[in-house]
């Protein structure tokens, strides 16, 4: 492939790189990662609320990682609150695993803003041999993929398995019980499944720039030049 070519591809996947880490900068500090609705069992029981008067037992969450609002309903209207998971949830959810995904958003970030930084060095200047060249380029986007792949296996463990909704829905509620009546995920977790997607096609840009991907087998050309050998 012509070096002016390259130099695009290179710089594509640079620009990309950045805006990655720009959008899971942004998507670390967003509620956006969750939104849902939670019933309040307890008065809905009480009253033996059915069908349209359901609604009135329903309330709204919606959270990220670090802070979130709820609205909770009790059939006398909405009592709206907002929290933080430091320090005050962090009894109720699972720490570990809530440290764990902004770690991994924290490494995605740095390698993402790492591999942007190595592209458009390959781009518009004299590249390397070693981890400044195509096998570093595979390095940082393929750390950068794993840690997105990551961040979302467990956060969708923390919220699905662990019920992550329901333990902040009743937090310091004694009086009534709530339960999830309906889960998705928001904005700001698809935007960390698009930054793993976009830094599996910067590997697949390298690839089609012409380099082979790291610890590939190279062709056995032995039984070729044997062949040709035995000719004469």
């Known amino acids: 492939m012509p070096a002016q070519q390259k130099k695009l591809l290179f710089g594509t996947a640079g620009v990309l790189s950045f805006a990655c880490a720009l959008g899971t900068a942004a998507a670390v500090g967003s509620q956006l990662w969750v939104r849902g609705s939670i019933l309040c069992s307890t008065g809905a029981l009480l009253v033996n609320a059915s069908g349209p008067e ?13 802070s979130g609002q709820r609205v909770r309903q009790c059939g006398l209207g909405g009592r709206p609150s907002h ?10 959810i699972p720490a570990s695993i809530h440290v764990s995904v902004i770690l991994f958003c924290t ?18 200047g004299s590249p390397y041999e070693t981890l400044h060249g195509p096998t570093g380029l595979y390095l940082w986007s393929f750390i950068s993929c794993s840690c997105g792949c990551l961040v979302m296996i467990l956060f969708s463990s923390e919220v699905k398995i662990h019920h992550l909704s329901e333990k902040i829905a009743n937090f310091k509620e004694g009086t009534f019980t709530f339960k999830t009546h309906s889960e998705q995920f928001a904005n700001s977790f ?4 698009v930054c793993s997607l976009v830094h599996f096609l910067n590997a697949l840009l390298i690839r089609f720039a012409g380099f082979e991907f790291p ?8 039984t070729i ?5 035995l000719m004469y």
Not at 111 to 119: D, I, K, N, T
Not at 190 to 193: G, M, S
Request: net charge neutral; aromatic share 22%; no cysteine.
């Open 107 to 124: 490494v995605l970030i740095v390698f993402a803003l790492v591999g942007a930084g190595f592209f458009m060095f390959n781009a518009f």
């Open 225 to 229: 030049t044997g062949a040709v050998d």
């Open 83 to 92: 929290f933080s998971f430091f320090p005050d949830l962090l009894r109720i």
């Open 215 to 222: 610890f590939s087998k190279p062709k056995d050309s032995g």
């Open 54 to 66: 359901l609604h009135k037992f329903i309330g709204d969450i919606q959270y990220g990682l670090f």
């Open 190 to 193: 698809w935007t960390i499944l």
